[in-house]
């Protein structure tokens, strides 16, 4: 059955869900504080990069399921449920920071329908559904936890997809309420309570940060006993026990969830009595991570990065998105400018530098023309299928340090390349 829903905040979490419930056959109304965001998103235009959801969001708009509105006060009136996707970043103690989600919950509580269902997809620490029911001074209605699992760059189909919904509440009719909104979805649909709905979501990333650190960690290893990590990764994947999904090298982690989720649980836990010192380890790795990505870059430079050309290939923290918050690829971009580096980048969804000082290519090659070396830091797969002729053709010295482990060796190696990925030759 349709249900009348509310989305307060139209970023990746938000739209991705609204259009999705809209497409499920729900009527869904979306509003953000943003007036530019909601004018182009009226229009069916689209402010991020992310697969399959300008159709269903055209889809929709032309289906009259879904409406998007200026102000989280004007979604709600009529609205049996009501769903907060606004952002909690990292405070300045590293725990997260509630002030979106105490203003919009604010914001909201007078237009409340009585017996409407408040929902929490953000990603927030224990407790906050109890922070929201407190702002929202409101008995009448129900506060359950919903945490959102979607990856940037298939977040459609993830959200269509999940691997898993989890409900958090101790009102089992409330919770059921938003368990009958997945109806169209086939997934596992978890009851439980609040608190523990919360630390799935935290638990959740701190984990698959670990499994990216754990495998950067065993691929120095491989460098320094001369072993592959892709064939370590391979050969321990088939371990049903392991599995083969997450164990992939790589730059070091990053993006809009990772670096903010795991501090945050760290905070919690320390705020619990807890010192968390493994999940501090797992960033340790990280940061580690970035400096051994540009000490290959200085190496394959000759020693000194000082006045030296580097072609960068990509600056997402992942491929399938336009999103450069904490991408590992901006920070490693930094270090080599700080270093003395002449950076050119260049990656298909970003027109403009997010550092300064580093020039933006409208390809590949652009971005390599003239350099000594050339450095993969997103996995996009254009890089995969380059015409490496051309790539030797407009480098000044055939150097390339992937580290996404992308490119084919042999066949760089054959054109004269030096090639340095990471845990491998
Ligand atoms: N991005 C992801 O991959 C992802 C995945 C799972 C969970 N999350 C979590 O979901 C939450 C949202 O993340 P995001 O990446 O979508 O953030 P975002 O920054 O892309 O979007 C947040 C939106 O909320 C709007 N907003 C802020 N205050 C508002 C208010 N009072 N009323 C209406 N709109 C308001 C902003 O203008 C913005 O458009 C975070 O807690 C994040 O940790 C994100």
């Not at 402010?47 to 399921?65: D, F, N, S, T, Y």
């Not at 103690?93 to 929902?119: F, K, N, Q």
């Not at 083969?244 to 919690?268: N, Q, V, Y």
Request: aromatic content about 6%; proline content about 4%.
């Amino acid at each position: 059955m349709a249900s009348q829903i509310a989305i307060i905040g139209t970023g990746y979490v938000g739209l991705t869900t609204g259009a999705c419930f809209a497409h499920l056959g729900h009527d869904v109304v979306c509003a953000d504080i943003d007036p530019v965001k909601v004018q182009m998103l009226s229009e069916g235009r689209i402010p991020i990069h992310e697969e399959g959801l300008e159709a269903i969001v055209k889809e929709c708009l032309a289906a009259g399921r879904l409406r998007f509105v200026l102000g989280a006060a004007n979604a709600v009136a009529g609205r049996e449920f009501v769903y907060l996707c606004v952002p909690t970043p990292q405070g300045p103690d590293g725990s997260a920071d509630l002030t979106y989600l105490e203003a919009a919950a604010h914001e909201i509580a007078p237009g409340l329908d009585r017996g409407a269902v408040v929902i929490n997809k953000s990603t927030v620490p224990v407790g906050s559904t109890r922070l929201v029911e407190h702002a929202l001074g409101r008995r009448d209605v129900f506060v359950v936890s919903n945490p959102e699992f979607l990856r940037e760059g298939s977040a459609v189909a993830d959200f269509l997809h999940p691997d898993r919904v989890v409900i958090g509440c101790d009102d089992q009719s409330a919770a059921s309420r938003v368990a009958s909104l997945y109806l169209g979805v086939r997934a596992p649909i978890m009851i439980t309570d609040a608190p523990s709905a919360e630390t799935i979501k935290y638990a959740s990333n701190a984990f698959l940060a670990t499994k990216l650190s754990f495998v950067n960690a065993v691929a120095a290893v491989c460098e320094a006993v001369d072993a592959d990590v892709n064939d370590v990764m391979l050969g321990i994947g088939y371990d049903r026990r392991i599995g083969h999904e997450f164990l992939k090298p790589g730059p070091g982690w990053g993006g809009s969830c990772f670096p903010k989720d795991t501090r945050a649980m760290i905070r919690i836990a320390e705020d619990a009595g807890y010192d968390f010192a493994f999940l501090r380890g797992v960033i340790a790795v990280n940061d580690e991570q970035f400096s051994r990505v540009v000490q290959k870059v200085v190496d394959a430079a000759g020693g000194s990065l000082e006045g030296v050309r580097v072609g960068a290939l990509g600056l997402t923290f992942k491929a399938g998105t336009d999103d450069l918050r904490e991408s590992p690829a901006v920070e490693i971009v930094t270090r080599l400018v700080e270093r003395g580096a002449v950076v050119c980048a260049y990656d298909p969804t970003v027109t403009r530098s997010p550092v300064p000082g580093v020039e933006i290519a409208k390809d590949a090659y652009g971005a390599c023309d003239g350099a000594a070396v050339a450095v993969v830091l997103t996995e996009w797969d254009e890089f995969k299928w380059l015409d490496l002729d051309k790539l030797a053709n407009c480098m000044r010295r055939r150097s390339v340090v992937d580290a996404r482990n992308i490119l084919d060796r042999g066949a760089l190696h054959r054109r004269g390349f030096d090639y340095a990925g990471i845990g491998r030759r």
